[in-house]
């Protein structure tokens, strides 16, 4: 197992010093961590004192620990999940476009430096694009995909799925249960109420130099 284990990690940081480079051609700030405690490190030491703070849906930036250390600074904090009904939530996803640092991840990434984001209600790819004065993207490097098109798939045939059965459980949004991905897993390119795919937007370039920073992790995180 520690063998492979290397193999594996030996991969994810060759694969990303290349990554890296490509990244920085395209305006991003762009750094490699080995593991998800390194990652939290960098992410809060990119965030600067006295921000408002939001985020959108992400399973990766709640495994690396980040909303917890959050929720020990100072930090004005904008959190959705804390409204009581659907129309506060939307509320709060609003005030989070104007957010100092807004933290996500991404459904996918190419090695050539494009990321892909699909999503239901658009909250999270308008605040990617435009809003928020910084952003920062954890990626585990199982999202890294050899091409663009590549991301594409993956975003809307694997994540979307996978992310229509955990918004599921939330009690506060309209569950993606009549979506086809969420009965038979496979995306079926439907246009339901509930889809996951409303948006679909790839992020070729930084357009304000360094606005976006991305941290590419070496270990599997989100899906």
Known sequence: MEE???????????????????????????FFCKNKEAALEKAVSLIPDDSSVSWGGSVTIHEIGLIDQIYKTNLTIIDRDKAKHIEERFDIMRQSLLCDTYLTSANAISEDGIFVNVDGVGNRVAAITFGPKNVIIIIGMNKVCKTVEDARIRARTYAAPVNAHRISSSPLLKTPQNTPCSITGICSDCKVDECMCSYIVETRMCKTQGRIKIILVGESLGF
């Open 4 to 30: 492979k284990d290397n193999a594996i990690n030996r991969k994810y940081e060759l694969t990303a010093n290349i990554m890296i480079k490509n990244l920085w051609n395209r305006k991003f700030e762009a």
